[in-house]
């Protein structure tokens, strides 16, 4: 998936409101839209350098989108509104094996209670595929996992209700899967942040045991592209 162009460097001063930061661009202090609800362990601290899209629409409050971080570990992409598109196109482009031979490829599609499915991919004589894609930003390498890419990076009572919709959708004779989508290329595995959201970690354990399949990708992330690069071991 293309970025937008052209992206703009600065260092940021500080993330606040779970939805805000402040950035130093060549010297002036802009306010950009942070896209991300989690914690961003280790992606918020003052000084880092990060890179902002900036929106052409003149009635935006904030133009200014944060896309990246920069880490010890290389870029990070921290958009947590990206990995639909990238896991769309890495689809269609038969590139995830698992996930490949579906004509088509629906997008928030209502199902379960009061839920969007990511992506619905339907083909005659197949059952249909329910995705959930999930964003991964965190690595903690002085953490209980060092090395490992883990989700989540926060408590989310909604990732775990997603689990459960999934395993429900396996009870009813259909196809369901958890993709995480790892935007970074730091880790060697995607493993469960358990210490974070004990309670997401049941959920997991509730939806493999039901038959939900869970696939991590990590991406390639430059200036200029996200792209799923590499699928890594989903560590229980």
């Not at 162009?5 to 993330?15: A, V, W």
């Not at 839209?33 to 899209?53: E, I, Q, Y």
């Not at 390498?141 to 009572?157: I, M």
Request: charged share 25%; hydrophobic share 40%; proline share 8%.
């Amino acid at each position: 998936m293309d970025l937008p162009t052209p992206l703009h460097e600065g260092r940021l001063i500080r993330r606040y409101k779970r939805f805000l930061a402040d950035i130093d661009l060549d010297g002036a202090v802009v306010t950009a839209h942070c896209p991300n609800p989690g914690a961003m362990t280790g992606l918020k601290d003052p000084g880092l350098r990060v890179w902002l899209s900036r929106s052409p629409d003149p009635k935006r409050k904030l133009p200014y989108t944060l896309e990246l971080v920069e880490t010890e570990g290389g870029l990070v992409g921290i958009h947590t509104g990206r990995p639909n598109a990238i896991v769309a196109e890495a689809i269609a482009a038969g590139l995830i094996p698992e996930l490949a031979g579906y004509e088509t490829l629906r997008r928030e599609v209502k199902y379960g209670v009061n839920s969007r499915i990511d992506m619905l991919l339907e083909a005659p004589g197949r059952p249909p595929c329910y995705v959930e894609v999930k964003n991964v930003h965190l690595v903690r390498p002085d953490g209980p996992n060092p090395g490992a890419h883990e989700f989540p990076d926060s408590v989310t009572a909604r990732g775990a209700k997603h689990l459960d919709e999934l395993a429900a959708m396996v009870a009813a004779g259909h196809r369901a899967v958890m993709l995480f989508c790892i935007q970074r290329m730091d880790g060697d595995r995607l493993t469960l942040a358990r210490d974070i959201d004990p309670k997401y970690g049941l959920a997991f354990d509730r939806a493999r045991a039901a038959g939900v399949e869970a696939l991590a990708w990590e991406c390639d992330v430059t200036l200029g592209r996200v792209v799923l690069n590499r699928p890594v071991p989903v560590a229980e």
